[in-house]
Structure formats: structure tokens, C-alpha cells
T-cell receptor, first 112, second 116 residues
Framework: GDSVTQMEGPVTLSEEAFLTINCTYT??????LFWYVQYPGEGLQLLLK?????DKGSNKGFEATYRKETTSFHLEKGSVQVSDSAVYFC???????????FGTGTRLLVSP | DTGVSQDPRHKITKRGQNVTFRCDPI?????LYWYRQTLGQGPEFLTY????????KSRLLSDRFSAERPKGSFSTLEIQRTEQGDSAMYLC??????????????FGEGSRLTVL
């Protein structure tokens, strides 16, 4: 079945450092790919998405590119802030399906 | 507040008891989803509704679990004869369907279940 694998955390960075959180997926067809973020005490919220190969999703300085050849959707940000500390979830939605399949999440801790 | 709301936020119960969670989706959303999240894991899909119709159920949803959305608005998730393994965060999400599905789900803050 469809699945998502993302790097284990926590990822600990200093403010203004470069961030990469790796995400790879297994799916048949052409899934849509998502990054969701969960800030402390809040519900999950969509950060960005991409619906076809080579699409780049971006939001709040974060970017991820849908790479079908490597089945990856890595999350990047050039300069993280303390306020980016949260848990990040990579997810996919398979072709013809409504449900999202999530990875296990990666906790990001950014120190001043 | 027009977000997804869930109630109760935290429920502690003894093994064998029944519990019910309620979800109120964003008012104009006609799709509603239930997920379960255990510590250190991502959300796992349980079931989803389009209006009042339950269109998909996960194999995770054993016979002890039942979900309803009788009028296509709020939904309830009932767990009968709770077991310690049912301890988790139960997440509700909703999404609009206007013929153009963006794929985005809007999540509530969850209902945490602790089974003693």
C-alpha cells in the first residue's frame, strides 16, 4: 500500500540555519504530496502541497519539490526561526483516494 | 471561531467502558474525516464521510468502533469496551467539496483518550 517515510527527529538547529527534512514515498500512480505542520498546542495545518511531478510547493519561506524520479518531497527552508519549532508531517493522497497517508513526523527545535 | 472543534479534549476512562467523541466541522465543509494518532506516530486514517454517507473505513476500525454523521453536519466516534491499546489522540478533519478538491484537510485539535 501507499506509504511515506520521513527522517527521524528531533532536528535541532540554531536560528538562521538551513533546514532540510527528508521525505520519500511509495505509491502507485500519481499521488498528491503535502507537508503539514503542528505547532505546540495546535491542530495540524497545511504548510504546502504539490499535485504533479516537478511542481514546487512553497509557503512561509518553506519549499518542497515533487520529484517523481526519486519519489521524494523534501522540505527546505533557507533560514529557520525559533517560531518554526514544530512537528512536520509529510503526507500523500493516492490517485482516486480521499484519505491522506502520513509519515511519522519530524520534530524541529530551533534555538536562538 | 469557525475552525473544526472537538469535544471532549481529554477523556480518561477505565478499560471496558464506552466513550464517545464529537466533531463539529467547518460549517460549509461536507467531507469529514477521523484519524487516530499515537505517540511518536503520524495520524492514521480511520474513516471518512461525504455528507451523511460513510464512504470509506480503515481496517483499523474494529467492530468496537463506530462513527456516524446523521445529518451531514457534526459527527460522533464511539468506542465500545475500550482497551488500553485504544489510548491515543483522535483527530477530526474536514474539507470542502465544490467540484474542485484541493486535497487540503482542516484539522481540529483532537480528543485525547486515556484508557486505564
Amino acid at each position: 500500500g501507499d506509504s511515506v517515510t520521513q527522517m527521524e527527529g528531533p532536528v535541532t538547529l540554531s536560528e538562521e540555519a538551513f533546514l532540510t527534512i527528508n521525505c520519500t514515498y511509495t505509491a502507485t500512480g500519481y499521488p498528491s504530496l503535502f507537508w503539514y505542520v503542528q505547532y505546540p498546542g495546535e491542530g495540524l495545518q497545511l504548510l504546502l502541497k504539490a499535485t504533479k511531478a516537478d511542481d514546487k510547493g512553497s509557503n512561509k519561506g518553506f519549499e518542497a519539490t515533487y520529484r517523481k524520479e526519486t519519489t521524494s518531497f523534501h522540505l527546505e527552508k533557507g533560514s529557520v526561526q525559533v517560531s518554526d519549532s514544530a512537528v512536520y508531517f509529510c503526507a500523500l493522497r493516492g490517485t482516486g483516494f480521499q484519505k491522506l497517508v502520513f509519515g511519522t513526523g519530524t520534530r524541529l527545535l530551533v534555538s536562538p | 471561531d469557525t475552525g473544526v472543534s472537538q469535544d471532549p479534549r481529554h477523556k480518561i476512562t477505565k478499560r471496558g467502558q464506552n466513550v464517545t467523541f464529537r466533531c463539529d466541522p467547518i460549517s460549509e465543509h461536507n467531507r469529514l474525516y477521523w484519524y487516530r494518532q499515537t505517540l511518536g506516530q503520524g495520524p492514521e486514517f480511520l474513516t471518512y464521510f461525504q455528507n451523511e454517507a460513510q464512504l470509506e473505513k480503515s481496517r483499523l476500525l474494529s467492530d468496537r468502533f463506530s462513527a456516524e454523521r446523521p445529518k451531514g453536519s457534526f459527527s460522533t466516534l464511539e468506542i465500545q469496551r475500550t482497551e488500553q491499546g485504544d489510548s491515543a489522540m483522535y483527530l477530526c478533519a474536514s474539507s470542502p467539496f465544490r467540484g474542485q478538491d484541493t486535497g487540503e484537510l482542516f484539522f481540529g485539535e483532537g480528543s485525547r483518550l486515556t484508557v486505564l
